[in-house]
Protein backbone atom coordinates (compact mmCIF):
# COMPACT_ATOMS: atom_id res chain seq x y z
CA UNK A 1 0.00 0.00 0.00
CA UNK A 2 1.77 3.52 -1.23
CA UNK A 3 0.16 7.10 -0.26
CA UNK A 4 -2.25 7.10 -3.06
CA UNK A 5 -4.20 4.23 -1.75
CA UNK A 6 -4.39 5.57 1.65
CA UNK A 7 -5.35 8.61 0.20
CA UNK A 8 -7.79 7.45 -1.82
CA UNK A 9 -9.34 5.63 0.89
CA UNK A 10 -9.17 8.69 3.33
CA UNK A 11 -11.28 10.49 0.59
CA UNK A 12 -13.47 7.88 0.21
CA UNK A 13 -14.02 7.75 3.44
CA UNK A 14 -14.30 11.12 4.99
CA UNK A 15 -16.73 12.18 1.46
CA UNK A 16 -19.12 8.87 2.33
CA UNK A 17 -19.23 10.47 6.10
CA UNK A 18 -20.12 13.78 5.20
CA UNK A 19 -22.42 12.86 2.00
CA UNK A 20 -24.64 11.08 4.71
CA UNK A 21 -25.89 14.66 5.98
CA UNK A 22 -26.14 16.33 2.82
CA UNK A 23 -29.44 14.70 1.34
CA UNK A 24 -30.71 14.87 4.58
CA UNK A 25 -30.55 18.81 4.66
CA UNK A 26 -31.75 19.48 1.10
CA UNK A 27 -35.26 17.06 1.70
CA UNK A 28 -35.60 17.53 5.41
CA UNK A 29 -35.64 21.44 4.71
CA UNK A 30 -37.98 22.02 2.19
CA UNK A 31 -40.16 19.31 4.52
CA UNK A 32 -40.03 21.57 7.33
CA UNK A 33 -40.83 24.97 4.89
CA UNK A 34 -43.74 22.89 3.46
CA UNK A 35 -44.95 21.94 7.37
CA UNK A 36 -44.29 26.11 8.57
CA UNK A 37 -46.49 26.78 4.95
CA UNK A 38 -49.53 24.59 6.36
CA UNK A 39 -49.31 26.02 9.38
CA UNK A 40 -49.18 29.26 8.10
CA UNK A 41 -52.30 29.06 5.62
CA UNK A 42 -54.24 27.11 8.62
CA UNK A 43 -52.98 28.20 11.96
CA UNK A 44 -53.47 24.41 12.47
CA UNK A 45 -51.01 23.83 16.19
CA UNK A 46 -50.19 20.31 15.13
CA UNK A 47 -48.32 22.01 11.92
CA UNK A 48 -46.62 24.54 14.18
CA UNK A 49 -45.18 21.55 16.53
CA UNK A 50 -44.45 19.02 13.67
CA UNK A 51 -42.24 22.26 12.51
CA UNK A 52 -40.74 22.70 15.37
CA UNK A 53 -39.46 18.90 15.70
CA UNK A 54 -38.42 18.94 12.14
CA UNK A 55 -36.66 21.91 12.28
CA UNK A 56 -34.44 20.95 15.42
CA UNK A 57 -33.76 17.49 13.68
CA UNK A 58 -32.75 19.53 10.31
CA UNK A 59 -30.52 22.06 12.57
CA UNK A 60 -28.41 19.04 14.52
CA UNK A 61 -28.08 17.30 10.81
CA UNK A 62 -26.95 20.65 8.82
CA UNK A 63 -24.57 21.60 11.64
CA UNK A 64 -22.97 18.43 11.38
CA UNK A 65 -23.25 18.45 7.40
CA UNK A 66 -21.24 21.60 7.58
CA UNK A 67 -18.41 20.31 10.02
CA UNK A 68 -17.92 17.34 8.26
CA UNK A 69 -17.68 19.69 4.66
CA UNK A 70 -15.04 21.15 5.96
CA UNK A 71 -12.14 18.42 5.97
CA UNK A 72 -13.27 18.28 2.16
CA UNK A 73 -11.26 21.35 1.23
CA UNK A 74 -8.01 20.15 3.82
CA UNK A 75 -7.69 17.35 1.68
CA UNK A 76 -7.55 19.35 -1.61
CA UNK A 77 -4.60 20.81 -0.38
CA UNK A 78 -3.23 18.10 1.24
CA UNK A 79 -3.44 14.85 -1.14
CA UNK A 80 -4.52 16.03 -3.90
CA UNK A 81 -2.17 18.85 -4.95
CA UNK A 82 -1.82 18.10 -8.23
CA UNK A 83 -5.55 17.48 -8.83
CA UNK A 84 -6.23 20.92 -7.93
CA UNK A 85 -3.73 22.49 -9.74
CA UNK A 86 -5.07 20.94 -13.04
CA UNK A 87 -8.87 21.91 -11.83
CA UNK A 88 -8.49 25.19 -10.09
CA UNK A 89 -8.98 27.37 -12.89
CA UNK A 90 -12.31 25.20 -13.78
CA UNK A 91 -13.85 24.95 -10.73
CA UNK A 92 -13.11 28.18 -9.20
CA UNK A 93 -16.24 29.51 -10.65
CA UNK A 94 -19.20 27.14 -9.66
CA UNK A 95 -17.59 26.83 -6.02
CA UNK A 96 -17.72 30.03 -5.94
CA UNK A 97 -20.98 31.06 -6.52
CA UNK A 98 -21.99 27.76 -3.99
CA UNK A 99 -19.89 29.42 -1.23
CA UNK A 100 -20.66 33.20 -2.17
CA UNK A 101 -24.50 33.00 -3.32
CA UNK A 102 -25.82 29.51 -2.42
CA UNK A 103 -24.30 28.75 1.14
CA UNK A 104 -23.99 32.15 1.99
CA UNK A 105 -28.34 32.18 1.28
CA UNK A 106 -28.50 29.40 3.16
CA UNK A 107 -26.40 30.30 6.71
CA UNK A 108 -28.11 33.70 6.82
CA UNK A 109 -31.58 33.27 6.13
CA UNK A 110 -31.09 29.80 8.43
CA UNK A 111 -29.96 32.05 11.38
CA UNK A 112 -32.65 34.40 11.26
CA UNK A 113 -35.34 31.79 11.13
CA UNK A 114 -34.02 30.17 13.83
CA UNK A 115 -33.34 33.17 16.23
CA UNK A 116 -36.74 34.96 14.47
CA UNK A 117 -39.43 32.89 16.05
CA UNK A 118 -41.30 35.57 17.81
CA UNK A 119 -39.49 38.88 16.77
CA UNK A 120 -40.28 38.40 13.11
CA UNK A 121 -43.57 38.73 11.10
CA UNK A 122 -44.89 35.49 10.58
CA UNK A 123 -44.47 36.27 7.26
CA UNK A 124 -41.07 37.41 6.76
CA UNK A 125 -39.69 34.16 9.35
CA UNK A 126 -41.78 31.95 6.96
CA UNK A 127 -40.00 33.47 3.74
CA UNK A 128 -36.31 32.94 5.49
CA UNK A 129 -36.55 28.74 5.84
CA UNK A 130 -37.74 28.81 2.37
CA UNK A 131 -34.75 30.87 0.98
CA UNK A 132 -32.52 28.56 3.26
CA UNK A 133 -34.09 25.55 1.72
CA UNK A 134 -33.66 27.10 -2.10
CA UNK A 135 -30.25 27.74 -0.88
CA UNK A 136 -29.30 24.18 0.26
CA UNK A 137 -30.47 22.96 -3.35
CA UNK A 138 -28.85 25.65 -5.18
CA UNK A 139 -25.63 25.12 -3.09
CA UNK A 140 -26.22 20.69 -4.55
CA UNK A 141 -26.46 22.17 -8.15
CA UNK A 142 -23.26 24.31 -8.31
CA UNK A 143 -21.34 21.14 -6.29
CA UNK A 144 -23.02 18.62 -8.51
CA UNK A 145 -22.19 20.86 -11.77
CA UNK A 146 -18.32 20.50 -10.68
CA UNK A 147 -18.52 16.84 -10.36
CA UNK A 148 -20.29 16.66 -13.64
CA UNK A 149 -17.97 18.58 -15.20
CA UNK A 150 -14.80 15.47 -14.05
CA UNK A 151 -17.09 12.87 -15.89
CA UNK A 152 -17.41 14.65 -18.76
CA UNK A 153 -15.31 18.14 -19.35
CA UNK A 154 -16.69 20.59 -21.49
CA UNK A 155 -15.99 24.16 -21.80
CA UNK A 156 -12.54 24.43 -21.20
CA UNK A 157 -9.15 24.32 -22.38
CA UNK A 158 -5.88 22.93 -21.21
CA UNK A 159 -2.94 25.28 -21.00
CA UNK A 160 0.70 24.09 -19.62
CA UNK A 161 -0.76 21.48 -18.34
CA UNK A 162 -4.08 23.23 -16.76
CA UNK A 163 -7.47 23.23 -17.70
CA UNK A 164 -8.77 26.66 -18.27
CA UNK A 165 -12.25 27.57 -18.48
CA UNK A 166 -13.67 28.92 -21.81
CA UNK A 167 -17.13 28.63 -21.32
CA UNK A 168 -19.06 28.98 -17.60
CA UNK A 169 -22.17 28.71 -19.53
CA UNK A 170 -21.30 25.48 -20.58
CA UNK A 171 -20.10 23.99 -17.44
CA UNK A 172 -23.07 24.94 -15.73
CA UNK A 173 -25.09 23.48 -18.39
CA UNK A 174 -23.54 20.23 -19.14
CA UNK A 175 -25.57 17.41 -20.08
CA UNK A 176 -24.29 15.04 -17.26
CA UNK A 177 -24.78 18.09 -14.69
CA UNK A 178 -28.79 18.71 -16.36
CA UNK A 179 -29.10 14.47 -15.54
CA UNK A 180 -27.47 14.20 -12.64
CA UNK A 181 -28.84 17.53 -10.67
CA UNK A 182 -32.19 16.96 -10.61
CA UNK A 183 -31.10 12.58 -10.18
CA UNK A 184 -29.48 13.41 -6.85
CA UNK A 185 -31.51 15.90 -5.51
CA UNK A 186 -34.48 13.59 -6.04
CA UNK A 187 -33.17 10.96 -3.95
CA UNK A 188 -32.43 13.28 -1.35
CA UNK A 189 -35.99 13.50 -1.06
CA UNK A 190 -36.19 10.11 -0.86
CA UNK A 191 -33.85 9.55 2.11
CA UNK A 192 -35.34 12.93 3.56
CA UNK A 193 -38.98 11.58 3.40
CA UNK A 194 -37.31 7.82 4.60
CA UNK A 195 -35.99 9.62 7.77
CA UNK A 196 -39.80 11.59 8.52
CA UNK A 197 -41.33 8.04 7.53
CA UNK A 198 -39.20 6.47 10.27
CA UNK A 199 -39.44 8.91 12.51
CA UNK A 200 -43.49 9.25 12.24
CA UNK A 201 -44.12 4.89 12.87
CA UNK A 202 -41.27 4.90 15.76
CA UNK A 203 -43.59 7.92 17.53
CA UNK A 204 -46.75 5.88 16.66
CA UNK A 205 -45.63 2.63 18.05
CA UNK A 206 -43.99 4.81 21.13
CA UNK A 207 -47.39 6.70 22.33
CA UNK A 208 -49.54 3.46 21.32
CA UNK A 209 -46.87 1.38 23.93
CA UNK A 210 -47.42 4.61 26.15
CA UNK A 211 -51.33 4.22 26.60
CA UNK A 212 -50.98 0.25 26.73
CA UNK A 213 -48.94 1.02 29.74
CA UNK A 214 -51.27 3.49 31.41
CA UNK A 215 -49.64 6.48 30.59
CA UNK A 216 -52.64 8.89 30.98
CA UNK A 217 -50.41 11.67 29.25
CA UNK A 218 -50.76 10.28 25.88
CA UNK A 219 -54.05 11.95 24.36
CA UNK A 220 -57.02 9.94 22.99
CA UNK A 221 -58.84 11.05 19.63
CA UNK A 222 -61.45 10.08 18.33
CA UNK A 223 -61.57 8.19 14.67
CA UNK A 224 -64.33 6.35 12.42
CA UNK A 225 -62.95 3.39 13.62
CA UNK A 226 -62.70 3.84 17.26
CA UNK A 227 -60.65 5.52 19.75
CA UNK A 228 -56.75 5.72 18.93
CA UNK A 229 -54.05 6.85 21.02
CA UNK A 230 -51.58 9.52 20.51
CA UNK A 231 -51.77 12.88 18.46
CA UNK A 232 -53.57 10.66 15.01
CA UNK A 233 -53.79 14.31 13.37
CA UNK A 234 -50.06 15.47 13.48
CA UNK A 235 -48.17 11.79 13.03
CA UNK A 236 -50.41 10.87 10.76
CA UNK A 237 -50.13 14.55 9.10
CA UNK A 238 -46.01 13.95 8.86
CA UNK A 239 -46.60 10.41 7.71
CA UNK A 240 -48.71 11.10 4.97
CA UNK A 241 -46.82 13.62 3.83
CA UNK A 242 -43.20 11.80 3.96
CA UNK A 243 -45.01 9.13 1.57
CA UNK A 244 -46.39 11.70 -0.78
CA UNK A 245 -42.84 12.83 -1.25
CA UNK A 246 -40.93 9.59 -1.18
CA UNK A 247 -43.29 8.28 -4.60
CA UNK A 248 -42.97 11.56 -6.09
CA UNK A 249 -39.17 11.62 -5.72
CA UNK A 250 -39.42 8.28 -6.61
CA UNK A 251 -40.70 8.79 -10.10
CA UNK A 252 -38.09 11.98 -10.71
CA UNK A 253 -35.17 9.22 -9.44
CA UNK A 254 -36.67 6.71 -12.49
CA UNK A 255 -37.14 9.13 -15.24
CA UNK A 256 -33.67 11.23 -14.58
CA UNK A 257 -31.91 7.35 -14.05
CA UNK A 258 -33.17 6.67 -17.51
CA UNK A 259 -31.24 9.65 -18.81
CA UNK A 260 -27.75 9.28 -17.13
CA UNK A 261 -27.99 5.51 -18.32
CA UNK A 262 -27.89 6.69 -21.92
CA UNK A 263 -25.52 9.16 -20.83
CA UNK A 264 -23.13 6.81 -19.69
CA UNK A 265 -23.11 4.85 -22.62
CA UNK A 266 -22.07 7.88 -24.73
CA UNK A 267 -19.74 9.30 -22.55
CA UNK A 268 -18.48 6.65 -19.76
CA UNK A 269 -18.98 3.28 -21.59
CA UNK A 270 -16.59 1.91 -18.88
CA UNK A 271 -18.82 2.74 -15.68
CA UNK A 272 -21.68 1.35 -17.72
CA UNK A 273 -19.35 -1.89 -18.62
CA UNK A 274 -18.43 -2.63 -15.09
CA UNK A 275 -22.51 -1.71 -13.86
CA UNK A 276 -23.50 -4.94 -14.98
CA UNK A 277 -20.13 -7.12 -15.57
CA UNK A 278 -20.14 -7.30 -19.45
CA UNK A 279 -16.70 -8.05 -20.61
CA UNK A 280 -17.41 -7.75 -24.13
CA UNK A 281 -18.83 -5.74 -27.01
CA UNK A 282 -22.30 -7.16 -27.29
CA UNK A 283 -25.46 -6.29 -29.33
CA UNK A 284 -28.56 -6.86 -27.48
CA UNK A 285 -26.61 -6.82 -23.94
CA UNK A 286 -28.59 -8.36 -21.36
CA UNK A 287 -29.53 -7.63 -17.94
CA UNK A 288 -29.10 -9.40 -14.63
CA UNK A 289 -31.00 -8.14 -11.64
CA UNK A 290 -28.96 -10.53 -10.10
CA UNK A 291 -25.93 -13.21 -10.49
CA UNK A 292 -27.16 -15.87 -12.73
CA UNK A 293 -30.61 -14.37 -14.28
CA UNK A 294 -30.51 -12.49 -17.43
CA UNK A 295 -32.83 -10.46 -18.91
CA UNK A 296 -32.14 -10.22 -22.47
CA UNK A 297 -31.69 -7.22 -24.56
CA UNK A 298 -32.43 -4.92 -20.84
CA UNK A 299 -29.22 -3.47 -20.83
CA UNK A 300 -29.29 -1.95 -24.34
CA UNK A 301 -33.10 -0.87 -24.24
CA UNK A 302 -31.99 0.83 -21.21
CA UNK A 303 -28.85 2.39 -21.89
CA UNK A 304 -29.28 3.30 -26.14
CA UNK A 305 -33.76 2.55 -26.04
CA UNK A 306 -32.74 0.57 -28.87
CA UNK A 307 -32.77 -3.53 -28.13
CA UNK A 308 -30.23 -4.44 -30.44
CA UNK A 309 -28.00 -1.60 -29.58
CA UNK A 310 -24.09 -2.55 -29.34
CA UNK A 311 -22.95 -2.34 -25.77
CA UNK A 312 -19.27 -1.51 -25.11
CA UNK A 313 -17.82 -4.18 -22.67
CA UNK A 314 -14.70 -4.00 -20.52
CA UNK A 315 -12.11 -5.81 -22.02
CA UNK A 316 -12.93 -4.24 -25.25
CA UNK A 317 -13.14 -1.05 -24.26
CA UNK A 318 -9.34 -1.48 -22.20
CA UNK A 319 -8.00 -2.29 -25.23
CA UNK A 320 -9.40 0.91 -27.04
CA UNK A 321 -8.16 3.16 -23.75
CA UNK A 322 -4.22 1.48 -24.11
CA UNK A 323 -4.53 2.77 -28.03
CA UNK A 324 -5.79 6.12 -27.18
CA UNK A 325 -4.24 6.74 -23.79
CA UNK A 326 -1.14 4.68 -23.25
CA UNK A 327 -0.33 1.35 -21.14
CA UNK A 328 -2.45 1.70 -18.01
CA UNK A 329 -5.33 -0.05 -16.46
CA UNK A 330 -8.20 1.51 -17.13
CA UNK A 331 -10.84 -0.79 -15.52
CA UNK A 332 -12.66 0.24 -12.11
CA UNK A 333 -13.22 -2.07 -9.28
CA UNK A 334 -15.70 -4.17 -10.95
CA UNK A 335 -17.38 -6.22 -8.38
CA UNK A 336 -17.64 -2.46 -6.30
CA UNK A 337 -19.57 -1.09 -9.03
CA UNK A 338 -21.29 -3.75 -9.71
CA UNK A 339 -23.03 -4.42 -6.24
CA UNK A 340 -23.18 -0.71 -5.55
CA UNK A 341 -25.30 -0.49 -8.80
CA UNK A 342 -27.99 -3.60 -7.36
CA UNK A 343 -28.31 -1.84 -3.84
CA UNK A 344 -28.67 1.39 -5.26
CA UNK A 345 -31.38 0.03 -7.12
CA UNK A 346 -32.84 -2.71 -5.28
CA UNK A 347 -32.72 -0.37 -1.84
CA UNK A 348 -33.97 2.81 -4.08
CA UNK A 349 -37.31 0.90 -5.24
CA UNK A 350 -38.14 -0.81 -1.83
CA UNK A 351 -38.33 2.75 -0.41
CA UNK A 352 -40.43 4.26 -3.44
CA UNK A 353 -42.57 0.67 -2.35
CA UNK A 354 -43.20 0.72 0.94
CA UNK A 355 -44.20 4.73 0.33
CA UNK A 356 -46.98 3.44 -2.23
CA UNK A 357 -47.90 0.66 0.59
CA UNK A 358 -48.11 3.38 3.23
CA UNK A 359 -50.66 5.65 0.92
CA UNK A 360 -52.73 2.93 0.44
CA UNK A 361 -53.20 2.04 4.08
CA UNK A 362 -53.11 5.02 5.30
CA UNK A 363 -56.23 5.86 2.58
CA UNK A 364 -59.33 7.90 3.85
CA UNK A 365 -58.23 8.56 7.15
CA UNK A 366 -57.68 5.28 8.14
CA UNK A 367 -55.43 4.95 10.99
CA UNK A 368 -51.50 3.52 10.89
CA UNK A 369 -51.75 -0.17 11.62
CA UNK A 370 -49.25 -1.14 14.08
CA UNK A 371 -47.14 -3.54 11.75
CA UNK A 372 -46.63 -0.71 9.13
CA UNK A 373 -45.41 1.29 11.95
CA UNK A 374 -42.71 -1.05 12.91
CA UNK A 375 -42.04 -1.80 9.31
CA UNK A 376 -41.45 1.88 8.74
CA UNK A 377 -38.56 1.90 10.34
CA UNK A 378 -36.47 0.59 7.45
CA UNK A 379 -36.93 3.62 5.47
CA UNK A 380 -34.62 5.00 7.75
CA UNK A 381 -31.61 2.57 6.83
CA UNK A 382 -32.45 1.73 3.23
CA UNK A 383 -32.70 5.17 1.06
CA UNK A 384 -29.50 6.33 2.89
CA UNK A 385 -27.55 3.10 1.99
CA UNK A 386 -28.94 3.42 -1.37
CA UNK A 387 -27.76 6.86 -1.82
CA UNK A 388 -24.41 6.08 -0.41
CA UNK A 389 -23.94 3.32 -3.36
CA UNK A 390 -25.01 5.32 -6.20
CA UNK A 391 -22.14 7.73 -5.19
CA UNK A 392 -19.81 4.83 -4.76
CA UNK A 393 -21.08 3.95 -8.13
CA UNK A 394 -20.60 7.12 -9.30
CA UNK A 395 -17.15 7.94 -8.30
CA UNK A 396 -15.61 4.54 -8.67
CA UNK A 397 -17.11 3.71 -11.84
CA UNK A 398 -14.83 6.47 -13.46
CA UNK A 399 -11.77 5.12 -11.83
CA UNK A 400 -8.82 5.25 -12.70
CA UNK A 401 -10.26 8.84 -13.90
CA UNK A 402 -9.86 11.63 -12.06
CA UNK A 403 -11.15 13.51 -14.71
CA UNK A 404 -12.42 11.74 -17.68
CA UNK A 405 -10.09 11.77 -20.38
CA UNK A 406 -7.70 14.05 -19.10
CA UNK A 407 -5.94 13.53 -15.61
CA UNK A 408 -5.56 10.04 -13.65
CA UNK A 409 -5.76 9.39 -9.83
CA UNK A 410 -2.69 8.43 -9.58
CA UNK A 411 -1.51 11.68 -11.39
CA UNK A 412 -3.30 13.90 -8.96
CA UNK A 413 -1.88 13.18 -5.84
CA UNK A 414 0.61 15.38 -3.88
CA UNK A 415 4.35 14.72 -5.14
CA UNK A 416 5.36 15.44 -1.45
CA UNK A 417 2.89 13.69 0.50
CA UNK A 418 4.16 10.21 2.62
CA UNK A 419 2.75 7.15 3.69
CA UNK A 420 2.72 8.06 7.05
CA UNK A 421 1.18 11.21 6.11
CA UNK A 422 -1.69 10.40 5.14
CA UNK A 423 -1.99 7.17 7.39
CA UNK A 424 -1.74 9.97 10.40
CA UNK A 425 -4.32 12.16 9.11
CA UNK A 426 -6.50 9.31 8.16
CA UNK A 427 -6.45 8.11 11.46
CA UNK A 428 -7.36 11.45 12.68
CA UNK A 429 -10.38 12.02 10.98
CA UNK A 430 -11.42 8.73 11.27
CA UNK A 431 -10.87 9.07 14.98
CA UNK A 432 -12.80 12.43 14.85
CA UNK A 433 -15.87 11.50 12.76
CA UNK A 434 -16.41 8.49 15.10
CA UNK A 435 -16.55 11.10 17.72
CA UNK A 436 -18.94 12.96 15.64
CA UNK A 437 -21.06 10.07 14.87
CA UNK A 438 -21.72 9.21 18.50
CA UNK A 439 -22.65 13.05 19.38
CA UNK A 440 -25.38 13.35 15.86
CA UNK A 441 -27.02 10.09 17.05
CA UNK A 442 -27.20 10.55 20.29
CA UNK A 443 -28.52 14.08 19.91
CA UNK A 444 -31.01 12.89 17.29
CA UNK A 445 -32.01 9.41 19.16
CA UNK A 446 -32.95 12.18 22.32
CA UNK A 447 -34.55 14.96 20.23
CA UNK A 448 -37.23 12.12 18.51
CA UNK A 449 -37.63 9.98 21.91
CA UNK A 450 -38.44 13.51 23.57
CA UNK A 451 -41.05 14.25 20.84
CA UNK A 452 -42.75 17.41 19.81
CA UNK A 453 -42.56 20.28 22.88
CA UNK A 454 -46.17 21.68 23.96
CA UNK A 455 -47.00 25.29 21.85
CA UNK A 456 -49.22 27.86 23.37
CA UNK A 457 -51.02 29.38 19.92
CA UNK A 458 -52.56 32.41 19.06
CA UNK A 459 -55.70 32.21 16.63
CA UNK A 460 -54.53 33.30 13.32
CA UNK A 461 -56.95 36.24 13.56
CA UNK A 462 -54.88 37.00 16.52
CA UNK A 463 -52.06 37.16 14.83
CA UNK A 464 -51.28 40.30 12.69
CA UNK A 465 -48.23 40.56 10.71
CA UNK A 466 -47.11 43.98 12.34
CA UNK A 467 -44.34 45.03 15.30
CA UNK A 468 -47.01 44.09 18.17
CA UNK A 469 -47.24 40.11 16.64
CA UNK A 470 -43.13 40.47 17.21
CA UNK A 471 -44.13 40.76 21.20
CA UNK A 472 -46.86 37.54 21.31
CA UNK A 473 -45.27 34.10 22.20
CA UNK A 474 -45.97 31.82 19.64
CA UNK A 475 -43.63 28.77 21.11
CA UNK A 476 -42.99 27.76 24.12
CA UNK A 477 -39.46 25.71 24.62
Not at 117 to 146: E, M, T, V
Not at 248 to 259: C, F, K, L, P, Y
Request: proline share 6%; glycine share 8%.
Amino acid sequence: MDALDLARWQFGVTTVYHFLFVPLTIGLGVFVAGLQTAWHRTGKEHYLRLTKFFGKLFLINFAMGVVTGLVQEFQFGMNWSRYSTFVGDVFGAPLALEALLAFFLESTFLGLWIFGWDRLPKRIHLACIWAAAIGSNLSAYFILAANAWMKHPVGYEVVDGRARMTDLWAVLTNSTALAQVPHVVAAAFIVAGGFVIAVSGYRILRERRQVADGDATVPMARTARGRVPGDPAMWRTSLRAALVMTAIAGAVVAGTGDMSGQLLHEQQPMKLAAAEGLRHDEKGAPFSPVPGVEVPSMLSLLAAHDPAAEIQGIEDIQARYERQYGAADYRPNVPVVYWSFRVMIGFGLSTVGLSLLGLWLTRRRRPTPEWFARVSLLALPLPTLAIVAGWLLSEIGRQPWTVQGELLTAAGVSPGVSLTEVAISLSIFTALYGVLALAEAKLLARHIKAGPEPVATVPPQARPDDDAARLTPTLMY
